[in-house]
């Protein structure tokens, strides 16, 4: 294709074609497509093309930089590497704003020019906030601009150590028509703040709004334009909030930090264990605790069943922090396996804390938490367990077995309930001081937990 044809972009989704199409084969909208011309430098700002040899290119490892906030810099792979573009996205009232100030303070502190370009607040706003989280200002440029190119000419007269921008939605370039916080505008604004920081080697970070369906709006565009995606989370009735890393072009995935929110700003939760078992119930039933880990670092969390008689025609299933789709399997394969009827009870979960668990090792405690609940018989409270659940009620072994039962044993946890793989491995390392029971199948659960 020639460089300079014009493509079509989806101001529903931000899809992009070649040709103009009535209706959007991805979100279905009608007439949503407009036309766009390839974005160009302009030949005075035209980079020329240089090519060096592989071994001698920088990694960029040790040119991070630590933002000082520990949480913050575990997500990020160890720091901001230069030049990247990072997308902090959440809900609106979770602590965007006041986590950018704070790392932006951090990084001041250490005599680091720092630039806040904030569409969402006045200057007398921050500095209310700034106040209220005794953060001294020093090294903090505040910019209410929200055109794109004024900011990137002001950053580039600056050349701050680190640029944020809050939030993307409130930036617009004047060189598209389009309303600002429409997907045009928000794509345009990122691809130059893009150029920006390749070229000046200036980090930015990006503030993203998530919409309703909980996609940044602008629904994945910029997920794939930037360097790195963090989501901000958290259930806004409670006090945790964990930063999640969605995609690091620098570093793991899935890699969590975990924060509280209080009167004094975030902070930072170095053992969050703790913080999830805290007001865990004891000898109730319905209540099992799993060891899980999250990118590198274990964390023990709580999981909650209630399943009662269904009043309704209809028996309701609710999964909170956890996949839905995984309970109604979990549910299927308890009444298969251990000829128990579920169809006329509801049935709840809930992954306590307001923490979400993707990986298969929760199926274990959904179960046990299921059964529990079922039979009403507590589960005994120095007891953990893990495991993935095939469809034919075996138990599968899972990864980080020795983390998690570090983890367990540090919290005071006494027996843990695993696949017989896994406890096979471990035994052959023998060091731990846990009591490992070895489970193959959901047939053989009951009389192990109670
Ligand atoms: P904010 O950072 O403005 O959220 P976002 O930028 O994601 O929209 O913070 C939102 C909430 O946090 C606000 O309702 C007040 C609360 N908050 C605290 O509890 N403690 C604090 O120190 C600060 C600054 C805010
Ligand atoms: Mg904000």
Known sequence: AKKNSPFFVCGQCGLESRKWLGRCPDCGAWDSLTEHQQTQLSSAGRQTAIAQPLHMTTTEENTRLITGIGEMDRVLGGGIVPGSLVLIGGDPGIGKSTLILQLLASLAAKNLQMLYVTGE??????RMRAERLKISGHNISISTENSVEAIIDLAG???????????????????????????TQVREATARLLQLAKINHIPVLLVGHVTKDGAIAGPRVLEHMVDTVLYFEGDRGQVFRILRTVKNRFGSTNEIGVFEMQDSGLIEVSNPSALFLAERPVNVSGSVVLPSVEGTRPILVEVQALVSRSSLGTARRTAIGADPQRLALLTAVLEKKLGIALYDHDIFLNIAGGIRISEPALDLGV??????????????????????IGLAGEIRAVGQMEQRVREAGRLGFQTFLMPESSARQLQSSKKEKMRVLAVRGVSELAEHLF
Do not use: F, W
Not at 121 to 126: F, L, R, V
Not at 168 to 180: K, N, R
């Open 157 to 183: 007269r600056m050349h701050p150590a680190l640029m944020a921008v809050d939030s993307i939605q409130t930036m617009y370039s004047e060189e598209v028509g389009s309303a600002p916080g429409s997907v």
């Open 121 to 126: 607040e006045s200057a007398a706003q921050i």
């Open 367 to 388: 179960v046990a938490a299921l059964l529990s609940s079922y039979l009403d018989k507590p589960i005994d409270a120095n007891t953990v367990v893990c495991g993935e």
